[in-house]
């Protein structure tokens, strides 16, 4: 069972806006940063955001995140259909000593 | 150009041991702080364990005490030596790079291998 809570789904038309949750606790997202992953089967996960909302370089400006007490979020802006896959969040937790990931959102474009 | 390539996954019986090898080309293991990330079928991500820049190693409360992570700087290598396998086990063991640091910056996994399959069945 993953300590990081995230819907385990979310869909949307192409150009909609859609967001991501994830819920953690004081000694995980609330005093740490948070990473988000987007990974389709057969590949590797890929990094989307570093440190609560950075984009690495080559991920569009749709995608920004945000943190706020022991939640995160991840917003997509004009979804498209290459958005589709599993997005997970991540952070350390003080507790744990150790890094966790939230269940996964898996992302449908209708 | 960084590259993580994974090997040594394979099928294994409950209760036996397995080391998985990743080698590292455009980094220098020693310098970072490097990890293992497994993804069990049809499940999410879950880290497995972590060694940073100064040796120090953390793992999942599940697999301390049979799993250890351990680096070999003259081949710049990392492996995982895996013993007491479980069938719960069984996983995509994928080698990344973190590019954060403790103190909360840890997580940032900017580089993956394809991942090694370890299955443990009898």
């Known amino acids: 069972q993953s300590v990081l809570t995230q819907p385990p789904s979310v869909s949307g038309t192409p150009g909609e806006w859609v967001t991501i949750s994830c819920s953690g606790s004081s000694s995980s997202i609330r005093g740490n940063y948070v990473y988000w992953y987007r990974h389709i089967p057969g590949t590797a996960p890929k990094l989307l955001l570093y440190?609560?909302?950075q984009r690495p370089s080559g991920v569009p400006d749709r995608f920004s995140g945000s943190k706020s007490g022991t939640s995160a979020s991840l917003a997509i802006s004009g979804l498209e259909s290459d958005d589709e896959g599993d997005y997970y969040c991540a952070t350390w937790d003080d507790n744990l000593s150790g890094v966790i990931f939230g269940g996964g959102t898996k992302v449908t474009v209708l | 150009e960084v590259q993580l390539v994974e090997t040594g996954g394979a099928l294994i019986q409950p209760g036996g041991s397995l080391r998985l090898s990743c080698v590292a080309s455009g980094v220098t293991v020693s310098l970072n702080y490097m990890a293992w990330v497994r993804q069990a079928p049809g499940r999410g991500l879950e880290w497995v364990a972590l060694?940073?820049?100064?040796?120090?190693?953390y793992y999942r409360d599940s697999v301390k005490g049979r799993f250890s992570i351990s680096r070999d700087t003259s081949e710049n290598m990392v492996y995982l030596q895996m013993h007491r396998l479980r069938a719960e086990d069984t996983a995509l063991y994928h080698c990344v790079r973190d590019l954060g640091r403790l103190g909360g910056w840890l997580g940032h996994f900017d580089h993956w291998g394809q991942g090694t399959p370890v299955t443990v069945s009898s």
């Open positions: 440190r609560n909302g």
């Open positions: 060694i940073s820049n100064d040796g120090s190693t």
